[in-house]
């Protein structure tokens, strides 16, 4: 999957074998699939520990279809595996304090985060897109309540 953002493009790979998050990479995909991160953006950048998207049913520009806005708020059960370790360059699905409350938000890890292992779902990795990352983790910062965030926004300006 791609992700063409106005920093430059990050190329992903989604888990599929059942050590992993199948279900999380499963509906990831579908959201892909579905443009549902077309116009989205990054609204946390922490350098050295993620680069998190912003939840599909808020953070998008454009318009949701009725589909759309079904799977933007549609929950994944959690998927933990404490031996899929958070490294950079991992797809981490966030999530509220409810194990099972993950929908379309997740993270491209910027670091390793083990106390995020066993806790939050690893589903994929980026596997092209380094400069990008660099580029993401490198930009102005503002910190708000426990989020550090983008003074400028980093949108997700389409996805294939």
């Not at 994929?124 to 983790?137: F, H, N, S």
């Amino acid at each position: 999957l791609v992700m063409q953002t106005t920093l430059g493009d990050v190329t992903l790979a989604l888990y599929d074998h059942d050590d992993a998050a199948r279900a999380t990479a499963a509906h990831v995909l579908e959201a892909f699939e579905l443009g549902l991160y077309d116009t989205n953006h990054f609204f946390r950048v922490d350098a050295g520990f993620v680069a998190q998207i912003a939840d599909c049913a808020g953070g998008r520009r454009a318009a949701m279809s009725e589909r759309q806005r079904e799977l933007a708020t549609r929950t994944v059960r959690g998927e933990f595996d404490a031996s899929v370790k958070h490294a950079r360059g991992k797809l981490s699905m966030a999530r509220w304090s409810d194990p099972d409350s993950a929908t379309s938000s997740f993270s491209v890890m910027l670091g390793t985060a083990p106390h995020l292992d066993g806790e939050y779902a690893v589903f994929g990795e980026m596997v092209e897109g380094e400069e990008t990352l660099r580029k993401i983790e490198a930009v102005e910062t503002t910190k708000s309540g426990i989020f550090v965030m983008p003074k400028e926004r980093i949108e997700i300006l389409s996805t294939y």
